[in-house]
Every structure is written in C-alpha cells, then in structure tokens.
C-alpha cells in the first residue's frame, strides 16, 4: 500500500463518520461480512484498510464518538 491508498483510506474513513456517526463501525463491519459472504477478497482487503482507518480516527479525535 503507498501513501496515496492510505490517504484515500483515511479520507473514506470521515465520509463514513460523517456519514453514519456512531454506527460507523457497524457500517463497516456489515460490509466486510457482506463482501466476505460473496467471497470478494480484493474488496475485503480494501475494507479492512478503511476499518483501520476509521478506528484511527476515532480514537485521534473525541468529539467524533
């Protein structure tokens, strides 16, 4: 991964908080269980990348629980 797939990880990541707030990981995990039932494994990848960004995130800043 370089630096540029990780910015773009971060940036989905604060569309989603924005996006769904408090149940942002529950997003998140429903659409990894989703593409991990239809065996889609380069989407999964890609989704754990945002995951850990959105746990990133989280935790980087308060006000966004």
Not at 28 to 57: C, G, H, M, P
Request: aromatic share 8%; hydrophobic share 50%.
């Amino acid at each position: 991964m370089d630096s540029s797939d990780e910015a773009r990880a971060f940036l989905i990541a604060r569309q989603l908080i924005a996006e769904h707030g408090g149940d942002v990981v529950r997003f998140v995990q429903d659409k990894i269980d989703a593409l991990t039932a239809a065996r889609d494994y380069e989407q999964i990848a890609a989704w754990f990348v945002i995951r850990n960004a959105v746990a990133l995130s989280l935790g980087a800043d308060p006000t966004l629980h």
